[in-house]
Nanobody, 118 residues
Framework: QVQVVESGGGSVQAGGSLRLSCVAS?????????MSWYRQVPGEEREFVSR???????SYVDSVKGRFTISQDISKNTVYLQMNSLKPEDTAMYYCRSISGCTGRSYWGQGTQVSVSS
């Protein structure tokens, strides 16, 4: 059974940095596919933040380009989101999504809270 667990959230002042981690465990050999970060503010829809493909290529929402960097350690089934120059509008619950490259099924973590004060 696949489990996705995020960590690394916290409270920082504007301009600060945080590094989120996400571990996807329980995959059959070589079945872990792309991994992504989303975020959600209460009362709003979940928003795509960044994605990393197994080949290492990445994509970002425009609002975080140049400030956030996604990376991965395939051997550990772990993805990281380095968040620099944080802004109050980055405040949200951040969720990790892992897609099985074998079944196409998505797995979500429980989220980690990021709060940025001005």
């Amino acid at each position: 059974q696949v489990q996705v667990v995020e960590s690394g959230g916290g409270s920082v002042q504007a301009g600060g940095s945080l590094r989120l981690s996400c571990v996807a465990s329980g995959y059959s050999y070589n079945c872990r596919g792309d991994m992504s970060w989303y975020r959600q503010v209460p009362g709003e829809e979940r928003e795509f933040v960044s994605r990393i493909y197994r080949d290492g290529s990445t994509s970002y929402v425009d609002s975080v380009k140049g400030r956030f960097t996604i990376s991965q350690d395939i051997s550990k089934n772990t993805v990281y989101l380095q968040m620099n120059s944080l802004k109050p509008e980055d405040t949200a619950m951040y969720y990790c999504r892992s897609i099985s490259g074998c079944t196409g099924r998505s797995y979500w973590g429980q989220g980690t809270q990021v709060s940025v004060s001005s």
